[in-house]
Every structure is written in C-alpha cells, then in structure tokens.
C-alpha cells in the first residue's frame, strides 16, 4: 500500500487561504484517484475533493465548490488542495486517500490514508 502524509494545515483567519500536500511514497499515483475528506468535530467524515491522477478529472462537494482547487503534480508525485476564502465551517482534520481509477465520495472505497492535517479558522 501506498503511505500518504498530509501537510499544510494550519490557523487562519476567515478569508484566507492554505494549500495542503498529500505526498506519497511507497509508490506513485499513476492509475489511482485521491480524495480529500474532512472531519470537523462530532460530524463524520465527508468528502470534499477528487481527482483521477491519469486523467485530471477533479469532483468537488458543494460546500468548497468555486473555493477549493485538488491539483496535482506529477514530478513530485503530490496532490494540492489549494482552499481560498476560507471559513470557520472549513474548520476540521484533513485527510488525504487514494483508491484504484476512480475517486469516490465514499471513504470506504478507499484504501489507503493520511494521518490527517488540521485546520482551523477563526472568525
């Protein structure tokens, strides 16, 4: 299996911006799709963001649609969440996953995680 690690979070004021990595070792992402989840505290965890490595398809929950940007870069074998106008609801643990071919907006589909990243934002 692949190991994921997550960086980039942080405190920010709402408005803001941070872009979190997801990196990974082990092996590379080609033929697999990574999905970022979040958890804030006493929800479940819910996606957010997709891309298929291969081809550059990306999926976006309502929530962070037209705020959020899932890139990825080849060289360095990482997917970005570029996350703009930032929130006090963006409040929660990230965390990156990855699965064969296709992303998915349900976690149990995926089989490999991050240890999470958090971020809060403050009003």
């Known amino acids: 299996q692949v190991q994921l690690v997550e960086s980039g979070g942080g405190l920010v004021q709402a408005g803001g911006s941070l872009r979190l990595s997801c990196a990974a070792s082990?092996?590379?992402?080609?033929?697999?799709?990574i999905g970022w989840f979040r958890q804030a505290p006493g929800k479940e965890r819910a996606f957010i963001a997709g891309?298929?490595?291969?081809?550059?398809?990306?999926n976006y929950a309502d929530s962070v649609k037209g705020r959020f940007t899932i890139s990825r870069d080849n060289a360095k074998n990482t997917v970005h969440l570029q996350m703009n106008t930032l929130k006090p609801e963006d409040t929660a643990v990230y965390y990156c996953?990855?699965?064969?071919?296709?992303?998915?907006?349900?976690?149990?589909?995926?089989?490999?995680w991050g240890q999470g990243t958090p971020v809060t934002v403050s009003s």
């Open positions: 996953a990855s699965r064969k071919f296709q992303y998915s907006h349900s976690q149990t589909d995926y089989d490999s």
């Open positions: 082990g092996r590379t992402f080609s033929g697999h799709a």
């Open positions: 891309i298929n490595w291969t081809s550059g398809i990306t």
